[in-house]
């Protein structure tokens, strides 16, 4: 863990513990205020003389939040989303990364390559024509289309990503497979999956916040039937520009953020970790 | 797609060059031992990425350019009016705008001041926690991954709130007032840089951290011991270290600084009072879907496509230059 640990002289270290402490501080409290926000009584939300805590917690906001519209379906929408996404974008990089990891072929670094460019595809900019592809087959309006292009933008950044921990697997645990019998998908699945499944965890991250976040293709793709929605256009039932109702614009953001936070907690260590072994190579 | 190609040419075609470069501790042979050519297996293995990036990022990077030498308004959409070609006079059109210029600057400028933001704050405090003990590093850790985890359009409101002219603890605690921070262009764009710093910092922070920490302790310490200042060994011998660490994060940063679209979007209102505060993605979104204008939403996507794209080549040559394998 503190591999690297720098001689620094006692003051010093007091004034690092003291910034990082303060820093800690600053950096969250914007998530402390969103959730005193949440539940503050409405009163006192709308005070001008705001202070950094309430007497009188309350949890009508959040009723007004699961009262509003269908909250609670905006919620499974975008777990089915993230989720699928998740599953599928992590299955298909661990097979691409296997390809360009393990086999020499032709072509190969031309496809890294193209991995590496297709990342900086800005997807924003093909909304334009993935709605024109998504009203061709039938699909606005419709989960699928938030999870089909999100697939293919989370793919390069996960084969890029899980390439690293891919590699660190021993050429010599194949070769020993293969001596003993085991076929190559045995190997692919019983073996290989086992083992670069930390990297896995790593890669969903990224692409269940990106897709979690998503605003623009919810936004543009789902028009008319808003059942089909997802979480940031709920958020924005609450969000009026000109009078935001903030209690309840807090605690739809709560809502929405403690999953997300409960899933960043639980795999902390191996995103650390694995941010690490994505990079070291 | 065309383009992609011709991008990879260049690199695949100074490949043999690159060996001489090469020490022999990462040659192939020796990291990996002989690999199975596999026929067609890797294809195999290959073809649902191919198939889902080909038909949902590759054909509609294709497309996007199609329309976008097109004529193609509401009328063409409904069918209304027959679609016409148009050539470059959707690229002509833009590029004779004023809007579109200060839009493509304040996108520039923008961007390039969130990366630096973004790559400062995060440098600073992965430094900061490989020199504090372990209860000061959790709590920083934690609240990172906090600001990580939130998503955007929450990030956003919730910024928004804190700064918000009559309910916002900021102003109170910097006396501002009810200075609005979102009716300056300025104080519009400060306040979502801020946010987006927030937002970001987190990734390049515990990426480094990660980078630090694979560092031998006792490179740090035998710097240390010959007297190297803390500046001197962050510039001599951690930043030369981290240096891959630190082009991913830059490269990455980057790319998201650059197609920033919810947080403009939600904490603007749409681009700012009278469009002050657009960006390349904003402004083609409201061009296309606000005024139906797709051909010119899609040329605005082309420019940043290109624009994008030039940046990778950029990267892609460091990679090159420093001899890294793909």
């Known amino acids: 863990m503190s591999r690297v640990r720098l001689p620094v002289r006692r003051p010093w270290r007091l004034a690092a513990e003291v910034t990082a ?5 600053v950096v969250a409290f914007p998530l402390y205020w969103m959730l005193l926000g949440a539940f503050r009584p409405a009163g006192e939300i709308e005070s001008t003389e705001p202070r950094p805590w309430t007497a009188s917690p309350t949890l009508d906001s959040f009723r007004r939040v699961f009262e509003q519209q269908e909250f609670g379906r905006y919620f499974v929408n975008s777990l089915l989303v993230a989720g699928s996404v998740v599953l599928a974008s992590a299955l298909i990089a661990f097979l691409a990364a296997t390809a360009v990891t393990r086999f020499r072929f032709r072509f190969r670094t031309t496809l890294l390559i193209m991995f590496l460019v297709a990342q900086m595809v800005p997807v924003e900019a093909l909304t334009i024509p993935l709605f024109f592809l998504m009203r061709d087959f039938g699909l606005l309006n419709a989960l699928g289309s938030l999870i089909l292009p999100h697939i293919a933008f989370s793919l390069p950044f996960a084969i890029w990503m899980l390439r690293g921990f891919v590699r660190a697997v021993p050429e010599s645990l194949e070769e020993a497979a293969y001596l003993d019998g085991a076929s190559r998908a045995r190997f692919l699945w019983q073996i290989l999956f086992p083992l670069v499944l930390p990297g896995l965890v790593a890669t969903s991250v990224f692409s269940f916040i990106s897709t979690w976040n998503d605003f623009l293709f919810a936004k543009s793709f789902i028009i008319s039937d808003t059942s089909q929605s997802t979480l940031p256009m709920a958020l924005l039932v609450f969000y009026k520009p000109d009078e935001p109702d903030w209690g309840g614009v807090m605690a739809a953001s709560t809502v929405m953020t403690v999953p997300v936070l409960v899933f960043f907690v639980l795999v902390q260590r191996r995103l650390v970790s694995g941010l690490g072994g994505a990079v070291k190579d | 797609m065309r383009r992609t190609t011709d991008v990879a040419l260049p690199v695949k075609r100074s490949a043999p060059a690159a060996p001489a470069r090469r020490t022999p501790a990462t040659t192939p042979s020796r990291r990996t031992g002989p690999r199975p050519r596999g026929g067609w297996t890797p294809w195999l293995y290959l073809a649902p990425a191919l198939a889902v990036l080909g038909a949902l990022l590759v054909y509609p990077v294709y497309q996007l350019g199609l329309i976008s030498f097109l004529e193609y308004t509401q009328a063409q959409v409904s069918g209304g009016e027959p679609t016409r070609f148009r050539g470059l006079d959707n690229y002509t059109d833009l590029f004779a705008d004023d809007q579109f210029w200060q839009v493509l600057l304040a996108t520039v400028g923008f961007a390039a001041a969130c990366v630096l933001g973004t790559l400062a704050v995060g440098c600073a405090l992965a430094v900061l926690l490989t020199r504090v003990r372990a209860l000061p590093r959790l709590a920083l850790l934690l609240a990172a ?94 930043a030369p270290m981290l240096r891959p660490i630190l082009g991913i994060v830059t490269v990455q940063s980057v790319i998201w600084d650059f197609k920033v679209f919810t947080q403009i979007y939600v904490m603007t209102g749409g681009g700012g009072i009278a469009g002050q505060n657009l960006v390349l993605n904003v402004y083609a979104y409201q061009k296309a879907f606000a005024s139906s204008q797709y051909s010119l939403g899609s040329a605005i996507g082309v420019v940043m496509l290109l624009l994008l794209l030039a940046v990778t080549l950029g990267y892609l040559r460091l990679l090159r230059r420093q001899g890294e394998e793909l």
Not at chain 2, 166 to 185: A, I, Q
Request: overall charge negative.
């Open chain 2, 145 to 238: 991954l906090g600001a990580w985890a939130t998503p955007t359009i929450t990030g956003s409101t919730v910024w928004l709130f804190l700064f918000d002219p009559d309910f916002g603890p900021v102003n109170r605690l910097l006396g501002l007032g009810d200075f609005s921070w979102t009716y300056g262009r300025y104080s519009a764009f400060l306040l979502v840089l801020l946010e987006v710093v927030w937002c970001s910092f987190p990734f390049v922070m515990i990426t480094v951290y990660a980078g630090i920490r694979a560092i031998p302790g006792e490179v740090l310490e035998a710097a240390a011991l010959d007297g190297a200042s803390q500046w001197r060994i962050w510039r001599s011998v951690l």
């Open chain 1, 21 to 25: 402490l303060l820093a800690a501080g």
